[in-house]
C-alpha cells in the first residue's frame, strides 16, 4: 500500500473537510488513479466546486502515469478567486 | 475613433453629468454611441475620457485633476449582480492612471437619476455635499464636514435629505482629508473605491459626500430575455457560489497558507502554522463573529459576512472582513486574533483608508520596528510590533492623523521611498501600489499581474493567476512558462467585465468569459457585443498602456520589489523566488502576445488593430 496524505482545507462541505488523514492507495497506483480514490471518500475531483492540489501543484500538471509514493500530500481546496 | 454601424436599442443614456465645483457650474453632455461600440462602458469609458482629459503633468491633488466616475451597460441594469462603477482619475498613490470599481448602490442610482458617468472637476470654495436627484444639482456647503469618519459623515448627510425612495452615498474620511495618499472612497454603508487614494482626490476637491438618487428607468431592449437569463443565472450561482454566501472571500485564507503564498510578517515569509493560523479563517470568522449576511444592490449571492466583536478589548467593533484585507491586516502584521483584523478593518473604513494599502504600511512599520530601523521615540511613543493586534488599530488612526510615522506612511510607497530610500526593500509595491495578499513567489503568475497590471499590483486589474495556475495543468505556478498567455488572457476578460457593470463574482452565471458566449448584452442593448467582448478588453488594455507611457511608464517600471528575488526561508514555496530572470522571461512573452515591443510599449501596428491610432500624438 501506498500512503498519502490528505487534507481537506478552506471550509468545503466535505466529510473529511478541516482534518488531515492518511488514505490508503494499491502499490503500484498512479496520478491517473487519483480521481477513483478521492470519490471513494467523497471527493469529486473534477467537479468544479473542488481544486486538487498533489505535492504543492495542480494534479493535472503531472503525467497520469507517475507513480505514487508515501508521503506524497493531497491538498482539496475551493476554488480560488480575489476578494 | 470608428463609428459603429450600430444603434444601440437600451442599456444607454448616453448622458454624462459634469459639474465645476468651482464655479458650481452643472453640464449635461451628450457622449458618442461609437465610444460605447469600441469601450463598452465602465473602465473602458474611464480609460476614454482620462486619456482626454488627464495630461501627464496634472497633480493628483492638485486643483486641475479631475475625478470620474462611468456605469457600464450592466450597471443598474434588471438583471443580478448589476452593482459596479468604475471610477478613473490620477492616483495620490501612485502618481499616474487610477482605475478602480466599487459595488453598492451609487453606480445603479447614477442611471436612474438619468446619467450613465458624473465628472468632478475644479475645487470648491467650502467643505460640501454634493446631492444628484434626478437631473437636479445641489450643494449642502458646511465646514462641519471636515473631521468626521465616514460612518458619521454618511449618517448626517441621509439625516438632511428628504425621506422617501432610498439615497446611493459616497464619503471621504479624515484620512482623505489629511492627504493620505491611500485613503478611499467609501460607498454606502461599506463598500470602497480602495485602491489609489481617490478618497484624497475627491477630498482635494473639498468634497465630502455625494447622494444620489431618482426614478428613470432606462431602456433595455428585450426585458423577457432579461429575465429568462437571470433566472438563470440565480440557478447557477446558487450552486456555484454558495460557499461565497456561507463564508465569503474568508474561505480563501486558509488554502493560500497551506499553499505558501500567504503574506506573512510583511512578506519575509509566506506561510503561518495551520493552527496559529486558524484565528484568522473564514470558519473561525463565522463561529465567533458573524452576525449575518450583505448583499449589494441586486445580489441573490450576498456575499459580504458582517461580522461583530462582543467581547475583550475589541468588544463592539464591527465590519465585513474580505479576503485581502484579513491577509494583509492580519498574517502580513503577524496578527492572528480575528477580533483585532476586525477591529483594523473597521479603522480603516470610518477613517477612509484602503485596507491593502494600510496593511502593507503597518507590515512596513513592523518590519523597520523588528530591525530596529525606528523606535517609539519617533512615532508619537508607540511602539508597533509584529503580533500586536491593539498598536496594529492605533497605528491605523495615527496614518489618518498623519501622527507619529503617520507623517511620512501617509505619503505611500512612492512618497515614502523619495523621503526614505534605506525603507526601499521593506515594501512590496509595483509602481507605487502595494501588493495585495498573494506572495508571487508562491504563484509566479501574481508576479507578472502586478508588474504589468495598469494602476500598479493589483491581483484585479493584473489579473488572478492564483486559479488557472493550479486547475489547468499546462502551467507550474514555480515557473514563468506560459504566465505571458495566461496574464494577458485574464487582463482582457477583466477589463471588459470591468466595462460591464457586473459584479465579478457573478459573472459566469451570465458565461461572460474569456471565451464569452452569452446573450446578456444583446438583451440589454440590443447589439450583440459577445464575439467584441474579448477584443473590447484588449483595447482598454492597449489604451491603458498608451496613457502609461505618456505618464513614463515602460518596462523598466514593471518591476517587483528585491524581496521577490529572494527565497521564501520556509513553508510550502520554500526556496522559491521570482528573479530577474523570471520575471524577464514572463514579460518578454506577455509583451509578445500583448504585440509590444520589447521595452513594453504597444507598436503601430497593435495601435491600429485596436483602433488606438489617435495615442500617437
Known amino acids: 500500500m501506498t500512503q498519502v496524505g490528505l487534507w481537506v482545507v478552506g471550509g468545503l462541505d466535505l466529510a473529511l473537510s478541516g482534518r488531515r488523514t492518511t488514505i490508503d492507495f494499491p502499490d503500484g497506483a498512479a496520478v491517473g488513479d487519483i480521481p477513483d480514490r478521492l470519490l471513494e471518500v467523497g471527493i469529486d475531483a473534477h467537479s468544479p466546486k473542488y481544486l486538487v492540489v498533489l505535492n504543492g501543484l495542480g494534479w493535472r500538471q503531472f503525467p497520469p502515469e507517475q507513480k505514487l509514493k508515501d508521503g506524497d500530500v493531497l491538498l482539496v481546496i475551493p476554488p480560488l478567486m480575489g476578494g | 475613433m470608428m463609428k459603429a454601424n450600430v444603434t444601440f436599442q437600451g442599456g444607454y443614456l448616453f448622458k454624462r453629468l459634469r459639474i465645476d465645483l468651482s464655479t458650481r457650474q452643472v453640464r449635461v453632455e451628450e457622449i458618442d454611441p461609437a465610444e460605447y461600440y469600441q469601450f463598452l462602458g465602465g473602465r473602458g469609458m474611464g480609460a476614454l475620457w482620462y486619456w482626454r482629459e488627464i495630461a501627464p503633468d496634472v497633480r493628483p491633488l492638485g486643483a486641475e485633476n479631475k475625478i470620474g466616475f462611468f456605469a457600464g451597460p450592466m450597471t443598474g441594469a434588471p438583471l443580478i449582480s448589476t452593482t459596479k462603477f468604475q471610477c478613473a482619475t490620477k492616483s495620490p498613490e501612485t502618481g499616474r492612471y487610477l482605475c478602480a470599481n466599487s459595488s453598492g448602490y451609487f453606480g445603479p442610482y447614477l442611471r436612474e437619476a438619468g446619467f450613465d458617468a458624473l465628472i468632478l472637476e475644479g475645487v470648491s470654495p467650502s467643505w460640501t455635499a454634493v446631492v444628484i436627484e434626478n437631473g437636479a444639482v445641489r450643494f449642502v456647503d458646511d465646514e462641519n464636514w471636515k473631521g468626521l469618519k465616514t460612518v458619521d459623515a454618511r449618517r448626517r448627510l441621509l439625516d438632511g435629505l428628504p425621506q422617501g425612495r432610498r439615497w446611493a452615498t459616497m464619503v471621504v474620511g479624515p484620512a482623505a482629508e489629511n492627504e493620505v495618499a491611500f485613503s ?99 470558519q473561525t470568522m463565522r463561529e465567533k463573529y458573524f452576525v449575518r449576511n450583505y448583499a449589494c444592490y ?300 520589447a521595452n513594453g510599449l504597444p507598436t503601430a501596428e497593435t495601435l491600429k488593430k485596436f483602433d488606438l491610432e489617435f495615442t500617437l500624438v
Open chain 2, 184 to 282: 478611499s472612497i467609501m460607498v454606502d454603508d461599506g463598500r470602497a473605491f480602495g485602491r489609489g487614494g481617490a478618497g484624497a482626490v475627491l477630498a482635494s476637491k473639498r468634497v465630502k459626500a455625494l447622494a444620489v438618487r431618482g426614478d428613470h428607468k432606462f431602456p433595455v431592449y428585450d426585458i423577457e430575455k432579461c429575465r429568462a437569463l437571470t433566472k438563470n443565472a440565480i440557478e447557477f450561482l446558487k450552486t456555484s457560489r454558495a460557499k461565497h454566501r456561507m463564508l465569503g472571500t474568508a474561505q480563501f485564507i486558509e488554502p493560500v497558507n497551506a499553499l505558501g503564498a500567504m503574506p506573512t510578517r510583511n512578506f519575509q515569509t509566506t506561510w503561518e502554522d495551520p493552527e496559529t493560523a486558524s484565528g484568522v479563517i473564514a
Open chain 2, 298 to 597: 441586486r445580489c441573490s449571492i450576498a456575499c459580504g459576512q458582517m461580522t461583530e466583536v462582543k467581547e475583550g478589548e475589541f468588544a463592539g467593533a464591527a465590519a465585513r472582513p474580505e479576503y485581502e484585507s484579513i491577509g494583509i491586516l492580519g498574517p502580513s502584521c503577524g496578527v492572528y486574533d480575528m477580533a483585532a483584523v476586525i477591529a483594523a478593518n473597521q479603522a480603516c473604513d470610518e477613517l477612509g483608508m484602503d485596507t491593502i494599502t494600510a496593511g502593507n504600511m503597518l507590515g512596513l512599520v513592523m518590519e523597520l520596528f523588528q530591525r530596529g530601523l525606528v523606535s517609539a521615540a519617533d512615532n508619537d511613543g508607540l511602539e508597533v510590533h509584529f503580533g500586536d493586534g491593539k498598536a496594529l488599530v492605533q497605528m491605523l488612526h495615527f496614518f489618518a492623523e498623519r501622527r507619529g510615522l503617520g507623517k511620512i506612511i501617509g505619503k505611500g510607497a512612492l512618497g515614502i521611498i523619495a523621503e526614505r530610500p534605506e525603507w526601499e526593500p521593506y515594501i512590496m509595491h509595483s509602481r507605487g501600489l502595494t501588493f495585495a495578499a498573494y506572495d508571487p513567489r508562491g504563484f509566479h503568475g501574481m508576479g507578472l499581474s502586478y508588474a504589468t497590471s495598469s494602476r500598479g499590483a493589483c491581483h484585479n486589474v493584473g489579473g488572478y493567476t492564483v486559479y488557472e495556475e493550479l486547475l489547468s495543468g499546462k502551467v507550474d505556478r514555480f515557473s514563468p512558462q506560459g504566465k505571458g498567455a495566461m496574464v494577458k488572457s485574464l487582463q482582457d476578460v477583466r477589463a471588459y467585465i470591468d466595462s460591464t457593470g457586473l459584479c465579478t463574482v457573478a459573472r459566469g452565471g451570465f458565461q461572460l468569459t474569456n471565451q464569452p458566449n452569452t446573450e446578456v448584452l444583446l438583451a440589454i442593448t440590443g447589439y450583440d457585443f459577445a464575439p467584441r467582448l474579448v477584443e473590447i478588453g484588449e483595447r482598454i488594455i492597449n489604451l491603458e498602456r498608451m496613457i502609461l507611457k505618456r505618464e513614463g511608464v515602460d518596462r523598466r517600471l514593471d518591476t517587483l520589489p528585491p524581496r521577490m528575488r529572494e527565497p521564501v526561508p520556509n513553508g510550502p514555496a520554500a526556496g522559491h523566488a521570482v528573479t530577474q530572470e523570471i520575471l524577464d522571461a514572463m514579460l518578454d512573452e506577455y509583451y509578445q502576445l500583448r504585440g509590444w515591443d
